[in-house]
C-alpha cells in the first residue's frame, strides 16, 4: 500500500486564491479601463516573461503547460473577437471551440504529468514536438473532415451520463474529471507546490470554458490566472531550494542568515549536534544516517517557547528564541532533548516500513535489537551587551555545545557554563 506523503495547506493557499479571484473578476460584468487593459494583454506578457524564467531555470513542464493554456487563450480569443464585432460566429467557431475543449485538458494533463528528464533540451524538444503532432493532427482533421469531426464531437456517446448543465461536448468531462484524478492523485505521491497548482489550473479552466462567450471577460481573466497559478509555483519551488533543507524539511542556512539579520536586542540562540553521529553512518549507513536526522529535525520542529529550528549543516541544528532568556529557553530545550532520547528509531527498510503511526509505536515500544537510541548534544548563549552580531552569539552557543560534547554529550550547557551546571541525564 502506497504510503501518501505529508500534505502542506500552504501549497493550496495561493492557487485557491487566484482561482476564487478569477472567478469574482470574471463574473464582474463591467472593469474599468485600466484592468480591462491590463487583462488583454496579461496572458501573453505571463507568457513572454513566466516563459523566459521557466527557461532560464529549466523548467520545461511549466513553460509547456503555459504554452498549452496560451494557445487555447488564443485561439477562443480570436473567435470571441470577431464574434464581438461582427455579432455572429465565424464559420469554423463551433469546431473549434469543441477541439479546445478536448484539446485542452489532454494536453494539460499530459504536460502536467510529464517530469522533466536529465537530458533538458532532448525534454524540452520532446515536448515541442508532441504538440505540434497533435496539433498538426486536429488541424488536419478539422480541415479535411469539418463536417464529420464536428458531429461526432457533439455526439451524445452515453445518454445515461448526459445533463442539461453539460455546456460542453460529453467526451470533454470524463477528460476532465481523469486528468484531474490524475493530478490530485500525483500531489499525494509527491506534495509540491506545483503538484498542488495543477489540479486548480485545471478547474479554472473546465470553468472557464462553458463561459467564453458568455462573460466578456471571462476568458482573459481565467487564462491569466491559470498561467499566473503555474509562474507562482515556480517561485514557491524556488524559494524553497533555496531556503529549506531537502532531507528534514526544516528551514536551512538561507533562511536562518535571513532571519538572524532581523532579530532585535534580546534573543538566545541553541546549538544542537546529534551524539555519535559518525557511528550512525559507519555502522548502520548513510540511509540510517538520514533517518536520524529527519528524527531529531521532526523532535526539533515542535521546540515551544516560541523558538525556531533550523538546519545549520550535517548533523547539527540551530534554534533561535526571540526576546527570550537562558532560564526561559532551558524547559524547552530539555523538553526537546527528552524527547528525541525517548524515542526508539527501528531499524528497517522501507519496504517494511508500518502503514500508519500506531503501528509504527507498537514497534518502538517493543524495541530490541533492532532499533537504536538517538541523543543530542545542546549548547546556548544569550546575546550580550558586547557581542554585536548574531554570528558572536552562534560562536558563543558553538562554544557552550563542545562544553556539552566534553561533558559527556546528551546533556544541555549554557555559555560560561561549566560542568556542574550542565543539565544531564538523572541530573
Keep these: 500500500m502506497l504510503r501518501l506523503a505529508h500534505v502542506r495547506l500552504s501549497h493550496f ?6 482561482l476564487g479571484g478569477g472567478v469574482l473578476i470574471a463574473r ?4 474599468n479601463e485600466f484592468f480591462e487593459s491590463l487583462f488583454n494583454v496579461l496572458p501573453t506578457l ?4 513566466g516563459g523566459a524564467f521557466c527557461v532560464v531555470y529549466s523548467r520545461q513542464r511549466e513553460f509547456s503547460l503555459l504554452v498549452v493554456v496560451y494557445l487555447t487563450y488564443f485561439l477562443l ?7 464581438r464585432e461582427q455579432g455572429v460566429v465565424r464559420e469554423d467557431a463551433a469546431l473549434v471551440f469543441h477541439l479546445s475543449s478536448l484539446l485542452l485538458p489532454l494536453m494539460y494533463g499530459l504536460f502536467g504529468v510529464w517530469r522533466e528528464r536529465s537530458h533538458l533540451l532532448q525534454d524540452l ?22 463536417q464529420g469531426v464536428q458531429q461526432w464531437l457533439v455526439e451524445i456517446h452515453w445518454p445515461l451520463l448526459h445533463a442539461s448543465w453539460m455546456n460542453l461536448v460529453q467526451l470533454a468531462y470524463p477528460l476532465f474529471f481523469g486528468v484531474f484524478l490524475l493530478l490530485v492523485v500525483q500531489y499525494l505521491r509527491q506534495p509540491r507546490p506545483l503538484h498542488a497548482a495543477l489540479p486548480f489550473g485545471l478547474l479554472g479552466l473546465l470553468w472557464m ?5 458568455i462573460l466578456v471577460h471571462g476568458l482573459h481573466v481565467m487564462s491569466s490566472l491559470v498561467m499566473l497559478m503555474l509562474i507562482a509555483a515556480v517561485a514557491h519551488e524556488a524559494y524553497q531550494m533555496a531556503f529549506r533543507d531537502e532531507l528534514t524539511g526544516l528551514p536551512g542556512r538561507r533562511a536562518l542568515n535571513d532571519r538572524l539579520d532581523r532579530l532585535g536586542r534580546s534573543y538566545v540562540i541553541a546549538m544542537a549536534d546529534v551524539d555519535h553521529f559518525k557511528q550512525f553512518n559507519d555502522t548502520h549507513g548513510h540511509d540510517v544516517g538520514d533517518q536520524v536526522l529527519r528524527l531529531v529535525a521532526s523532535q526539533l520542529r515542535r521546540i515551544g517557547g516560541g523558538g525556531k529550528a533550523y538546519r545549520y549543516g550535517g548533523e547539527e541544528f540551530t534554534l533561535v528564541f526571540p526576546g527570550k532568556t537562558l532560564d526561559e529557553c532551558r524547559p524547552y530545550l530539555e523538553a526537546v532533548r527528552l524527547e528525541v532520547e525517548n524515542y526508539r528509531m527501528q531499524l ?6 508500518p502503514q500508519s503511526d500506531k503501528q509504527g509505536r507498537q514497534q518502538r515500544r517493543a524495541a530490541g535489537a533492532g532499533s537504536v537510541s538517538v ?25 557552550a555545545l563542545y562544553s556539552a560534547k566534553r561533558a559527556g554529550r546528551n546533556c544541555i550547557m549554557a555559555q560560561g557554563e561549566n560542568r556542574r551546571g550542565a543539565v544531564r541525564v538523572g541530573a
Aim: hydrophobic share 50%.
Design 348 to 353: 528497517r527498510d522501507k519496504s517494511s516500513r
Design 209 to 213: 470554458l462553458p463561459k467564453t462567450f
Design 125 to 146: 524538444i520532446a515536448r515541442a514536438a508532441v504538440l505540434l503532432a497533435v496539433g498538426a493532427v486536429a488541424l488536419a482533421m478539422a480541415r479535411r473532415f469539418p
Design 13 to 18: 493557499l495561493l492557487p485557491l486564491a487566484l
Design 46 to 49: 505571463l507568457l513572454l516573461l
Design 28 to 31: 464582474h460584468g463591467v472593469l
Design 375 to 399: 541523543t543530542i548534544s545542546i549548547g546556548m548563549a544569550e546575546r550580550e551587551a558586547h557581542q554585536r552580531s548574531a554570528d558572536e552569539v552562534i560562536r558563543a552557543a558553538d562554544k
Design 77 to 83: 480569443d480570436t473567435q470571441t473577437d470577431y464574434f
